[in-house]
């Protein structure tokens, strides 16, 4: 396996031309013979699941009320959490809210609640509920964890995996522990399906997997009931997480560099006072943020959520990487994290620097432009980069008007595939304003 740093191989490696199949190293993201849009390594079949999601994925404006309710909800509860005083783990309460978010945009009902609760509950019964006691419900946050645990050390030898995975399943029976990310979904799923038909749903905001049942009623032989689970599957899995790590990534740095935050508070606060954006701030008003968006796109290079090489394998063509030649069936893949402190990034790859992306021109804004991979890159770059960037965007001016924070010094990374952290820990305060 060869880790590459180079952005010129990175264009060839996820060109969208002579496309190089993921490698065998995903199959650990799926049950043995079972590959979904991520895991897939056959090119055909994940252009035609991208192609099958593509519409609830491009209605992602579609989902900015769901945003609005968790980004209340997380303010809400961290309001009534400063009241105690102590110090609080942020991160969780972070995790709590991109899940929920997930849940909502998702499949919007949750399974931890009766009908009647649900009822009762007409704002937030949308939620995964994560957000209401700070619960991890289902233990979806857990169960991710543990898969990401599992997909870092037996992705590096697949061919164990089909066999790990008869052995987890025998064991299922002594530890009644089974794939709980999987069946998560497939219960949200159901939950929603039997709500629907019980209820029948507005059809004023659907939700993603509203999007994918009409495909499948449309056409049950085309998109197959398969391709609903996966596609709800999917959305869970792969947005929760990463989407955590990029908005706590911006919370731990906007705090390390207070002279970021300060001057992130004068662009949200100067707006508000012009009339210009809203409460909450609309997707489209946080387009004229400038500032904003430097400090997502600096915090998501300096900790991007993936953390391992994005490995590919080279096609029949062969290719030539950074002057060397390597033959068809060779693993390769850049690592976003050597891509995003490389000399791209020169002189100050390791400081948090939102301005080099406003000031940066010509040149040197097309070499970090090229380096700059958090999304991926290519025909199996992130189908949900828009929702990731749509919700760190409305989210961290809400916090930042409401709230102080006052963080420990704590933080710590770790890496299982995707880039982890603990310790996003402080105080809460109602905002004092300056
Ligand atoms: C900050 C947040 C996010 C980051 C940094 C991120 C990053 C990535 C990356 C790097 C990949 C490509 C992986 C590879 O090539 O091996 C990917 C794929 C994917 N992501 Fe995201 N993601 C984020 C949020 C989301 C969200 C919110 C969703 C859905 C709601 C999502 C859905 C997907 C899907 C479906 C794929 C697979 C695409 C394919 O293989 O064709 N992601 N993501």
């Not at 880790?3 to 993921?22: C, G, L, M, R, W």
């Not at 009534?80 to 978010?101: K, M, P, Q, R």
Request: with cysteine.
């Amino acid at each position: 396996m060869y880790s590459i740093d180079d952005p010129a191989s990175a264009a060839t490696i996820y060109s969208t031309q002579n496309v190089f199949p993921k490698s065998k190293w995903y199959f650990t993201f799926q049950q043995p013979d079972e590959p979904n849009i991520f895991s897939t390594n056959s090119n055909k079949y994940a252009a035609e699941m991208r192609k099958k999601y593509k519409p609830a994925y491009d209605a992602f404006h579609m989902y900015e009320s769901s945003i609005d309710n968790c980004s209340n909800a997380l303010v809400q509860k961290l309001s009534e959490l400063s009241e105690s005083g102590e110090s609080i783990d942020i991160g969780w309460w972070v995790t709590c809210f991109a899940f929920d978010v997930n849940g909502e945009i998702t499949v919007s009902y949750s399974s931890s609640r009766s009908l009647i609760q649900q009822l009762n509950e007409i704002q937030f019964s949308k939620r995964f509920g994560h957000l209401d006691n700070g619960e991890d419900i289902g233990g979806i946050v857990a169960a991710l964890a543990e898969r990401l645990d599992y997909v870092s050390h037996i992705g590096i030898y697949p061919f164990l995996h089909p066999i790990l995975w008869k052995l987890i399943m025998a064991l299922t029976f002594i530890t009644n522990k089974v794939d709980s990310t999987y069946v998560f979904a497939e219960q949200q799923i159901a939950d929603h399906q039997r709500r629907e038909l019980e209820e029948g749903k507005s059809s004023e905001s659907p939700d993603m997997l509203d999007r994918f049942m009409k495909a499948h009623r449309a056409d049950p032989n085309h998109f197959t009931k398969n391709d609903v689970l996966i596609g709800g599957y999917t959305s869970i899995v792969a947005g929760a997480d990463t989407t955590k790590y990029g908005l706590s990534a911006a919370i731990h740095y906007l705090h390390e560099y207070p002279e970021t935050l300060r001057k992130l508070r004068s662009e949200i606060d100067e707006l508000a006072a012009e009339g210009k954006i809203s409460d909450p701030v609309t997707f489209e008003e946080t387009k004229t943020m400038p500032y904003l968006n430097a400090i997502i796109k600096e915090a998501l290079r300096m900790h991007s959520p993936t953390g391992f090489p994005l490995w590919r394998i080279v096609p029949e063509s062969g290719a030539t990487l950074c002057g060397h030649y390597f033959p068809a069936g060779t693993t390769v893949g850049v690592n976003t994290w050597v891509a995003h402190y490389s000399s791209a990034f020169n002189p100050d790859p390791d400081v948090f620097r939102p301005e080099r992306w406003l000031e940066g021109s010509g040149e040197d804004l097309s070499m970090m432009n090229a380096a700059y991979m958090p999304f991926g890159m290519g025909p199996r770059n992130c189908q949900g980069q828009l929702i990731a960037l749509m919700e760190m965007a409305k989210v961290i001016p809400q916090l930042l008007r409401r709230l102080d924070f006052e963080m420990s010094s704590e933080w710590e990374t770790f890496n299982h595939w995707l880039v982890g952290h603990k310790g996003l820990n402080g105080k809460v305060r109602l905002r004092v304003r300056d």
